[in-house]
């Protein structure tokens, strides 16, 4: 039997993981056709069906989930020892994968990571936007970066920012037509903006806290948006009253240009964390990036 190539069992690896040609194809750049060509030549030499094919999907066969077994973690260990040789490179290198929102990517990761490309041009950086909770590991991204503390198993987390708060907030001129909530109930009675969740597709319920005491208020009015920015734009322009990242609204609640409501009902909640796989081992290229990224607090001055 001739000897079968690494890089064949590698992209049958990915169609085993996306249980799709597309996608995998995606992934390895190579189109679905070529892919699927790819993985018949692989069958026929092991003389094995390996995937199950049917006209919407594909899944590995009973051969196929024993090879996959069999390949991920000699993959893995390939992987890390490839990570391992690049340390002895004189110039960092390599690729790095980050999954984020757009909103921090604008305000926070942009501006700390330009400088990493300008002083490291043989650092790569891809960007994935995303609402949801991605996969991290399933999707074979190096880090994600997602509000609060909560992680999964086998995560760690690098706080990048300090902690947030929410804002309810309008445009004077909304508020001169229409008297402030004074407690939460209150927004039943107010045009508000709302946000239309990616995962799940329903109306987020605000959320408050007071005391020990949390409330959620389903809101209603005449527009939703799927982010904050847009939701933002609603608001100064004195359309409703808006549920969004303070410091998303800091720079026009400073001018004037929002006014806040309901601020004793927002408590300060866990900001933005850096997540990674706690088993991979990290890449020179990563380590620069968490390190550009993490948060550091300003000296406090003690009296």
Not at 223 to 239: C, R
């Amino acid at each position: 039997m001739a000897r079968t190539n690494l890089n064949d069992l590698a992209a049958f690896a990915v169609v085993a993981r996306e249980r799709s040609f597309t996608k995998a194809a995606a992934k390895l750049g190579v189109t679905p056709s070529a892919l699927s060509h790819l993985m018949r030549a692989l069958e026929e030499r092991l003389g094995l069906r390996l995937l199950s094919r049917t006209t919407r999907s594909v899944s590995p066969s009973a051969a196929g989930e024993r090879l996959l077994k069999t390949l991920e973690p000699r993959l893995e260990e390939i992987e890390s020892e490839i990570i391992s040789l690049t340390q002895m490179r004189e110039t960092p290198a390599g690729d790095v994968r980050l999954t984020t929102d757009g909103v921090v990517l604008g305000e926070r990761i942009w501006p700390r990571l330009r400088p990493v490309l300008d002083a490291y041009p043989d650092i790569k950086i891809e960007f994935a936007i995303d609402y949801g909770l991605t996969d991290i590991v399933a999707e074979r991204f190096d880090g994600g970066v997602r509000l609060g503390g909560v992680l999964d198993r086998d995560m760690i987390a690098a706080p990048i920012g300090p902690d947030e708060r929410m804002a309810v907030v309008a445009a004077p001129s909304y508020f001169a037509r229409r008297r402030p909530p004074e407690v939460p109930s209150d927004l039943t009675y107010h045009n508000c903006i709302g946000l239309r969740l990616q995962t799940g597709g329903g109306l987020y319920a605000w959320e408050f806290e007071k005391e020990g005491r949390a409330i959620r208020v389903r809101v209603d009015g005449q527009v939703a948006f799927n982010t904050s920015p847009p939701m933002l734009g609603a608001a100064l322009d004195g359309f409703g009253v808006a549920y969004l990242p303070r410091g998303l609204a800091e720079t026009h609640l400073a001018s004037g240009g929002l006014v806040e409501a309901l601020g004793d009902w927002l408590p300060p909640f866990s900001g933005y964390h850096l997540y990674y796989p706690s088993r991979r081992q990290m890449t020179p290229a990563f380590a620069i990036v968490l390190e550009a990224l993490r948060y550091r607090p300003p000296n406090v001055r003690t009296p």
